[in-house]
């Protein structure tokens, strides 16, 4: 049937991309947030060298800086990124050119450290620039920083802080939260076993057929595949079927007949969240398209 040719075409470019990957593959890692939480401090606290300029002063990293490193047979190319500030912050040209370097860093990374300051804790830039990372189809790993300054830490106290960050974060509920010291280095040393597993779960393909089988038994309406696509419930969108159109960062297209408004945003999140709890796309976004057979395209 269609999902089957489909899914072929898609595997036959997936292999030829994969192929002129195949050799040399490297995974692009960002380390990005604001200014002075640590970013440099945490990179050089992997590397296990000082190869990029740590300062108290903030501002101190204007351009992204790439080193590579080889851990048993898996390359990395770490991208340590200037400070994101709002964009009224941003005065200075030097500045504003240092802002679109690290989003354009963002652009070519395959795995972003959302490096956050525990003794401040989660502000509206951290989630500006969380934003910025999911909107260039990273996959995200928050890493609290600084947690050596936290006194008078108790069994929950990570825990607690965790919610706050989920609370903050919501948008951002699938992405790992890790606590580190660069200072101490206190776990820095799980950060790349967890961006290999991102790195894995962001080239992930599920064949059509299998996807199938998912949505029938996992999320199709227990009525059938008609949704309400209105307030009135009166138009009704028929959910056909579902397949994979890409990968880093997967991307799904639900193919629907009927309706012209759409499925609703709710709709799109629980096949997300049942894709998430079947497949375990770890800490990546995940890129939800309807095709509707009268020519509407939603995106979210």
């Not at 395959?110 to 910025?132: F, R």
Request: proline share 3%; hydrophobic share 40%; glycine share 8%.
């Amino acid at each position: 049937n269609i999902g089957d040719l489909l899914d072929e075409i898609f595997n036959l470019i997936d292999f030829a991309d994969e192929e002129l990957r195949e050799e040399g593959e490297e995974i692009k890692l960002a380390v990005i947030g604001r200014p002075n939480v640590g970013k440099s401090s945490i990179i050089n606290k992997i590397l296990g060298e000082e190869r990029v300029i740590v300062s108290p002063i903030s501002g101190t990293t204007r351009d992204s800086v790439n080193t590579r490193l080889i851990v048993g047979d898996r390359k990395f190319l770490l991208i340590d990124t200037s400070g994101i500030r709002r964009k009224g912050k941003t005065k200075e040209m030097a500045e504003k050119l240092s802002v679109l370097m690290a989003r354009k860093s963002l652009e070519q990374a395959d795995v972003a450290i959302l490096a956050i300051d525990a003794k401040e804790g989660v502000t509206n830039i951290d989630a500006s620039i969380a934003k910025y990372a999911i909107a260039s189809g990273c996959s995200v790993i928050v890493v609290t920083n600084k947690w050596d300054l936290i006194r008078n830490k108790e069994t929950g106290t990570a825990n607690i802080f965790e919610r706050k960050i989920r609370n903050k974060l919501k948008f951002l509920d699938w992405a790992p939260v890790l606590t580190i010291s660069a200072l101490t280095g206190q776990r820095v040393m799980r950060i790349l076993p967890l961006v290999e597993q991102a790195n894995r779960a962001r080239n992930l393909r599920i064949p059509t057929s299998q996807l199938n089988n998912f949505f029938k038994d996992g999320i199709m309406h227990p009525k059938g595949s008609e949704i309400s696509s209105g307030k009135s419930g009166k138009k009704r969108i028929s959910v056909k079927y579902i397949t994979q159109a890409g990968i880093r960062p997967p991307i799904f297209i639900l193919f629907t007949s009927g309706g012209n408004r759409g499925l609703h945003f709710s709709y799109l999140r629980h096949v997300e969240n049942r894709l998430r709890d079947e497949f375990d796309f770890f800490a990546t976004p995940i890129k939800m398209v309807e095709k509707n057979k009268s020519g509407f395209r939603n995106k979210k």
